[in-house]
């Protein structure tokens, strides 16, 4: 082997295994044309492509030493040798090119003083692809035929990689749609139920998603509220913006008020620098509130502000600023109550609740228990490496019957606990671990004294099997005020016999 041909092949080579990691496809013709103009000491260069939106059929994709694109399609058209290499698929080399009689016709030639060009096809499997081009005005014959045999495989190379980085981004899009068709109609990921409630509350939740206006969650402790807030959030046109989640119950209010709005340098003793609080940093996303029952009134005030005028002010500072969030908020009390009580403002309640959604609780649909069940228990087997497969029928039905006054996370936990716990294949009863409410616990869980009355009546009758005559005793009630209750509750007569 000669010299100049170890070296073209060493060339060759690097030059393969460095574009053929590069899958963007301009970035690739980038590198295809600087490593060919290096190596070949061409002074100018460009790539052309087929393109069938172009009139001329091809079009300047990437180039070197031209002033502008416009220049270098300029050339591309009013030179003879790209339509010839894209017709023909062949190379093209002139020793001089001022002389050879092929390009007797191209004024750009004899305008610009070419003295050398080499033009190669880039192909792929039989099809020509596009072209190299490149040129020189230094001297006659800069290109010889070992130039144009090392272009020419040097070509073939990089039509290969072209087609592949075609391919990726044909992928890569044809990826992007095929996800973002599986989050449309799998709007709710990891969001599990199939009763009518449950779906009458998702449908709901279809409706705002794509809205800014400000959404009420409600419903008791567990029973989904911040899942839902953040379904709307990821699944909602702000998506790619902040989520910023507090709670109002669990911070104290003068720190809650510098968290949310922040605070100015100086506004009080620690305060060394400035602070952006919550609702800055949520910028352009949501903010949600959990427990917004619990908002002091201070607060609320301030957080109808940020709703009515969309600015908010920094703790000792005297600037507003403007926002723009979506405020999604959750609480687990009956802000009617609250409102009454005078310890929530109306007028902050309509701005909150522009659309309300209940979660029912999990006692009210059924229908969820199982599919739940089975969820949860496929989660705490992965997490646990766990192989539970079924869950016997006897503890479905004691699940069936719980009244889940701690809802979804209750029945989360006690299933993770069971397959933790579970010896076989199957859940059975004993591997339950069912609470069993006591009355403090149904007094602390900050219920109205109809739910307490309804929570202590279904408690009873869990109790006597479903008997209404000895529940009735129990409670110290006539069987007829039971049965008015229960009709009131919409508790079917039937169930007398049955689980509740
Ligand atoms: N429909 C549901 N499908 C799947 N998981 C749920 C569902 N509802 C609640 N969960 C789970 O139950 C737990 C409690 O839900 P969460 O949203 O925190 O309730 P809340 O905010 O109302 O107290 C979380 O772990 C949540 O993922
Ligand atoms: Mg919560």
């Known amino acids: 082997m000669t010299e100049p041909q170890r070296d073209n092949f060493t060339v060759l080579y690097e030059i393969a295994q460095r574009i053929n990691s590069i899958l963007d496809e301009e970035e690739l013709l980038e590198q295809v044309l600087e490593n060919a103009m290096s190596h070949l000491d061409a002074e100018r260069g460009y790539i052309v492509m087929l393109d069938e939106s172009d009139q001329r059929g091809f079009s300047v994709v990437v180039y070197r030493n031209f002033g502008s694109p416009k220049d270098a399609n300029e050339s591309a058209a009013s030179s003879s040798v790209i339509n010839n290499v894209l017709k023909s698929g062949e ?5 001089d090119a001022l002389s050879d009689e092929r390009f007797e016709a191209s004024r750009s030639i004899v305008a610009q003083k070419i003295l050398s060009i080499i033009c190669v096809p880039l192909r792929f499997q039989e099809e020509t692809i596009g072209a190299i081009y490149l040129d020189s005005t230094k001297s006659r014959g800069m290109f010889n035929t070992d130039t144009m045999k090392f272009l020419a495989v040097f070509g073939n190379l990089a039509a290969v990689a072209v087609e592949n980085a075609k391919r990726y981004a044909r992928l890569r899009s044809e990826n992007t749609r ?79 008020e510098s968290e949310l709005f922040g605070y100015k340098k100086g506004a009080f003793t620690g305060a060394n620098a400035d602070k952006k609080g919550l609702i800055e940093y949520a910028e352009g996303g949501t903010l949600f509130l959990d427990e917004v029952g619990d908002l002091p009134a201070p607060l609320q005030a301030k957080l109808l502000r940020v709703l009515q005028d969309k600015e908010i002010r920094r703790l000792g500072d005297v600037e507003t600023r403007k926002v723009d969030v979506r405020i999604i908020s959750a609480t687990n009390k009956k802000l009617h109550e609250e409102i009454k009580a005078g310890r929530f403002r109306e007028d902050l309640y309509f701005r909150l609740n522009i659309v309300g959604i209940h979660l029912p609780p999990l006692r009210d649909r059924a229908d969820d228990i199982p599919v739940l069940a089975s969820h949860f228990m496929k989660k705490a087997c992965q997490t646990h490496g766990r192989n539970v497969k079924s869950i016997a029928s006897v503890a479905m039905s004691k699940l069936l019957s719980h009244p889940w006054y701690g809802n979804v996370r209750e029945l989360q936990n006690v299933i993770e606990r069971a397959v933790v716990l579970s010896r076989s294949e199957e859940l059975a009863e004993d591997d339950l671990n069912l609470e069993q409410y006591s009355e403090e616990e149904l007094v602390q869980t900050g219920l109205t004294l109809e739910e307490f009355e309804r929570k202590l009546v279904e408690r009873t009758l869990n109790e006597t099997g479903g008997n209404r005559t000895r529940t009735a005793e129990k409670l110290g009630v006539s069987l007829r005020w039971l049965q008015y209750r229960l009709k009131e509750w919409g508790v079917p007569k039937d169930s007398s016999n049955g689980s509740r």
């Open 91 to 95: 190379p093209v080399l002139t020793f």
């Open 178 to 256: 095929l996800q973002s068709e599986i989050s449309s109609t799998n709007l709710f990921q990891g969001i599990i139920g199939k009763s009518k409630q449950w779906k009458e509350a998702l449908d709901l939740v279809q409706r705002v998603i794509d809205t800014d206006v400000s959404v009420l969650i409600t419903g008791e402790s567990g029973t989904g509220k911040e899942l839902v807030a953040r379904a709307v959030h990821s699944q909602g046109k702000r998506r790619d913006k902040p989520f910023m989640a507090i709670n109002c119950s669990a911070i104290p209010e003068q720190l809650l």
